[in-house]
């Protein structure tokens, strides 16, 4: 089982071709890969920040356009949901002293609860979760 970390699903949502690389080293794998519903809300947060600025009429419409086909795009994903044993696992972590941001640290709690591997290129942070599995299908 595969999780996308938010630079990985960037590349697909934009079609890159880095990204299209991705999406056949994907199906080639046969692994199931997922999103978490942190990831959404990073992707999501992004384009309200684009979009909130933008008050006149004509404003707008392009940030707007892209939002909405990042929305489009997420639901095509299975979202893995922040569940309480998420969260036990997020406070252990944090008990222990693991210091990644908060949005890292709940994509690996994620992770650690389904058994999966994350795929990401923040190696740095992701490596000091114990017992996490991390690689990068990127670079």
């Given amino acids: 089982m595969l999780i996308l970390d938010t630079n990985h699903y960037r590349e697909i949502a934009e079609e890159s071709v880095i990204g299209a690389r991705l999406v056949q080293r994907l199906r080639d794998s046969g692994d199931e890969c997922f999103l978490t519903v942190v990831t959404a809300q990073e992707v999501l947060k992004g384009w309200l920040a684009q979009i909130q600025p933008h008050h006149q009429r004509d404003r707008g419409v392009s940030a707007y356009h892209d939002f909405q086909d990042s929305l489009e795009g997420i639901s095509k994903w299975f979202l893995l949901p922040w569940t309480d044993d998420a969260a ?16 890292d640290l709940r994509i690996a709690s994620i992770a650690l609860e389904y058994n999966a591997t994350v795929l990401t290129r923040n190696f740095a942070d992701f490596k000091k979760v114990p017992g996490l599995r991390v690689e990068n299908w990127l670079d």
């Fill in 88 to 103: 036990d696992i997020f406070d252990s972590l944090r008990g222990r002293k693991v210091n990644i941001g908060a949005m």
